[in-house]
């Protein structure tokens, strides 16, 4: 059972930033894929980024050119670097990890932008 602890999460201004942790119990290179999802309040949860083992990166066109993931591998810790926030990115955010057939969740942590 790999355990995902995230944090980072607060309140912030349109166009600030944040960083959100993602810290795995366990080797993250053990593991397929990283992934961060949100859910907005009324939403379906949506996937935002995704690391592979390899280091290849995706992320949704809405934070394309202002998210960023990176990882380092000695904290067991993959980050998401969240620049020029918009009011539209408030959500919960949680991180996910894929391991063969099995799928891992944190608790999640907000993200609030707002004026």
């Known amino acids: 059972q790999v355990q995902l602890v995230e944090s980072g999460g607060g309140l912030v201004r349109p166009g600030g930033s944040l960083r959100l942790s993602c810290a795995a119990s366990?080797?993250?290179?053990?593991?397929?894929?990283m992934n961060w999802y949100r859910q907005a309040p009324g939403r379906e949860r949506e996937l935002v980024a995704t690391?592979?083992?390899?280091?290849?990166?995706n992320y949704v066109d809405s934070v394309k050119g202002r998210f960023t993931l990176s990882r380092d591998s000695a904290k067991n810790t993959v980050y998401l670097q969240m620049d020029t926030l918009e009011p539209e990115d408030t959500a919960v955010y949680y991180c996910?990890?894929?391991?063969?057939?099995?799928?891992?969740w944190g608790q999640g942590t907000q993200v609030t932008v707002s004026s």
């Open positions: 996910n990890a894929q391991r063969g057939s099995a799928q891992y």
């Open positions: 690391i592979s083992r390899f280091g290849i990166t």
């Open positions: 366990e080797n993250i290179f053990s593991l397929n894929v």
